[in-house]
């Protein structure tokens, strides 16, 4: 069964690990990928400012040479187109074009032997033409931008967007018009996958408010894959190793937090320990002249822990203390309705060695009574046989609880192996006989072996309870020597330990008899 149980947390842990790495791998890669469409967006802005800048350009020194009259290629017009291109930063150069033939430019002058153009230019719906690349313009071999409106041409500066092409980005990109028809600048980036169909690519599109044009950015290795291999293998180890790391950190606090050391210290924090009491009736009248306090602890996981268990735990985690005062004055300030009401009532409250060597633990208990008004003959203190202290450090205190007006009663009598020696050494008030023997007097020599211990008990002058009636036969059996010895009587046969709701119920039905 226990292999059964670890093979299980072992199987989840290894499930927790594997989700939270995909968990975290997938967020790894939409955090990368959306710090690329960030950038993208930016990249794209920055390149559009450039080709408006460069568009306003072209159009401004355009504009000013129509307005040139008359538009004929002599030395006096060249000399004007000149002074307009010296003012233009992108404008490489500015000409006349008739008969789809450039007759001069500003750098050129007159050109006799031009040859046409051959190149498809597009129409733009603001007038102008474009085409890119155009060869066999002038007499060198080059390839220009060119835009045209009526009878002025003018020349981008060659390669307009060099700077942005050099940067080397991992996502291509295009200057494209709106109707997409036209591309007047593209970049393939070296680095991106020779098909599209692997992954669906992240596109950014960013258009101008100006111009007919659009800025697009495609990656087609966003996320994880836009690092090479080696690295996104790195980074996978690396949060495969956090996901272990992390996961093994929750398995052990879900460990830890199913532990009952673990939960019963959050009981105690949350104050969910409550207390019962188990009345202790008279048996001559079978009337409730008293209670025990007993404190209980019910988990959502472990269910009722057994006082014994939990005790341990407490002692072993130093929370005795707490547990000790918390208890005691609880139980003082729920009975103290009933305490003030009958000063016959009484209550007792079981210790352990930790409250015999507290010296202030008495003063704590006198100062309960005194505030909740209560008579310290009423509280009745329990010291078992079970505590391993030497017998003058328990007689000793004893007498000291005497002398502030408590009881003192000797639990689970016959349990220990000093009994008689207890009996004369320690002062008890009220002698409980361990339910070992009151569940045993169905047997002769037990039953007589009880009734000497009953004679010995009443010759010292002491008030014997009766542990542990369950049947019957145990109660008429006591019963039957109660004129004798008056005992009283506390067990599952009377009542279980009740709530303090059922327990005033219950009182208060007893007051109605």
């Known amino acids: 069964?226990?292999?059964?149980?670890?093979?299980?947390?072992?199987?989840?842990?290894?499930?927790?690990?594997?989700?939270?790495?995909?968990?975290?791998?997938?967020?790894?890669h939409l955090l990368v990928s959306y710090l690329q469409v960030s950038y993208q967006k930016e990249f794209s802005q920055s390149l559009l400012s450039k080709a408006e800048d460069i568009s306003s350009d072209l159009g401004s020194s355009?504009?000013?040479?129509?307005?040139?009259?008359?538009?004929?290629?002599?030395?006096?017009?060249?000399?004007?187109l000149r002074i307009i291109l010296s003012k233009h930063e992108f404008t490489h150069d500015l000409g006349l074009i008739f008969n789809n033939k450039v007759n001069c430019s500003a750098n050129w002058g007159l050109?006799?032997?031009?040859?046409?153009?051959?190149?498809?230019?597009?129409?733009?719906?603001?007038?102008?033409?474009?085409?890119?690349?155009?060869?066999?313009?002038?007499?060198?071999a080059a390839k220009y931008d060119i835009t045209n409106k009526g009878s002025v041409i003018a020349f981008t500066i060659n390669a307009p967007f060099k700077n942005f092409d050099q940067l080397n980005k991992n996502f291509s990109y295009k200057i494209i018009s709106k109707n997409r028809k036209y591309i007047f600048h593209n970049?393939?980036?070296?680095?991106?996958?020779?098909?599209?169909?692997?992954?669906?690519?992240?596109?950014?599109?960013?258009?101008?408010?100006?111009?007919?044009?659009?800025?697009?950015?495609?990656?087609?290795?966003?996320?994880?894959?836009?690092?090479?291999?080696?690295?996104?293998?790195?980074?996978?180890?690396?949060?495969?190793l956090i996901s272990f790391l992390i996961a093994y950190s929750i398995c052990s606090y879900l460990d830890k937090s199913h532990s009952m050391e673990f939960r019963f210290r959050k009981a105690i924090e949350n104050e969910e320990l409550y207390l019962e009491y188990q009345p202790i009736l008279e048996l001559k009248s079978n009337k409730i002249i008293g209670v025990e306090s007993l404190i209980r602890w019910k988990d959502s996981v472990y269910g009722n822990v057994s006082p014994e268990l939990f005790?341990?735990?407490?002692?072993?985690?130093?929370?005795?203390?707490?547990?000790?005062?918390?208890?005691?004055?609880?139980?003082?300030?729920?009975?103290s309705p009933v305490l003030r009401a009958d000063s016959d009532f009484s209550v007792a409250v079981n210790i352990n060695a930790y409250?015999?060597?507290?010296?202030?633990?008495?003063?704590?208990?006198?100062?309960?009574?005194?505030?909740?008004?209560?008579?310290?003959q009423q509280i009745k203190i329990e010291i078992t046989e079970r505590i391993e202290l030497p017998l003058d450090e328990l007689s000793c205190f004893a007498s000291k609880a005497k002398t502030y007006g408590f009881s003192i009663s000797l639990d689970d009598f016959g349990t220990g192996v000093s009994n008689l020696v207890w009996l004369t050494e320690i002062n008890f008030d009220v002698i409980k006989i361990d339910k070992v023997f009151t569940q045993s007097i169905s047997d002769e020599l037990k039953q007589e072996m009880l009734l000497a211990i009953m004679s010995l008990i009443?010759?010292?002058?002491?008030?014997?309870?009766f542990e542990g009636v369950e049947t019957v036969e145990e109660y008429n059996f006591i019963k039957n020597y109660n004129d004798d010895y008056q005992v009283q009587g506390q067990g599952w046969y009377f009542y279980k330990s009740l709530p303090l709701t059922e327990l005033l119920h219950v009182l208060g039905q007893q007051g109605g008899d």
């Open 187 to 240: 970049y393939a980036a070296q680095h991106q996958f020779k098909t599209d169909t692997l992954l669906k690519p992240q596109v950014v599109e960013t258009c101008s408010t100006q111009f007919q044009y659009c800025i697009e950015t495609y990656n087609n290795r966003p996320g994880l894959l836009y690092f090479p291999f080696y690295i996104s293998a790195l980074l996978i180890g690396l949060i495969g």
């Open 1 to 28: 069964m226990t292999r059964k149980i670890l093979k299980s947390a072992q199987n989840n842990q290894a499930l927790y690990i594997i989700c939270l790495m995909l968990f975290l791998v997938v967020a790894f």
């Open 62 to 80: 355009i504009q000013e040479a129509s307005a040139l009259s008359p538009l004929e290629c002599d030395a006096q017009t060249i000399n004007k």
């Open 111 to 140: 050109l006799a032997d031009s040859t046409p153009l051959d190149s498809v230019l597009y129409h733009s719906p603001s007038g102008y033409y474009f085409a890119s690349q155009v060869a066999n313009i002038f007499p060198v």
């Open 311 to 335: 005790l341990g735990i407490a002692e072993q985690l130093s929370l005795y203390p707490t547990l000790a005062y918390n208890s005691v004055k609880k139980a003082l300030n729920e009975l």
């Open 458 to 465: 009443t010759n010292l002058n002491r008030t014997v309870i």
């Open 355 to 376: 409250e015999i060597q507290t010296k202030e633990y008495l003063d704590y208990l006198y100062d309960l009574c005194t505030e909740n008004k209560i008579k310290p």
